[in-house]
């Protein structure tokens, strides 16, 4: 039995994971699939839910957004492209900057 897919998950934690071993397994066969930017931009989603914790509804509802844009290989570029994971960042450290937190995000 397989997983579901990330964008089908409710839980962010588990969304960000799942969506980040299915960009792994994608590179497997897929060299333009930039995994090092893949994993930075998990890690500071990361960091962003748990420091969301501590802010208001609209905040948690932006990393939410952010998480759930990175869930999803079609986006405005798929992830699966050359440079396909810029704008998952873009909308990452759009959103850490937004929450006074430009330590969270992520170098592209």
Known sequence: MSEPPAHALRDPRQKVAAHLRELAYEALDNTAVDLGLAARIADSLLSLIEAAEDLDDSARESVRGAVDYFALNRDATSDLDPMGLRDDA???????LELGLPSL???V
């Open 105 to 107: 995000a992520v170098r």
């Open 90 to 96: 873009a909308v990452v450290n759009q959103v850490a």
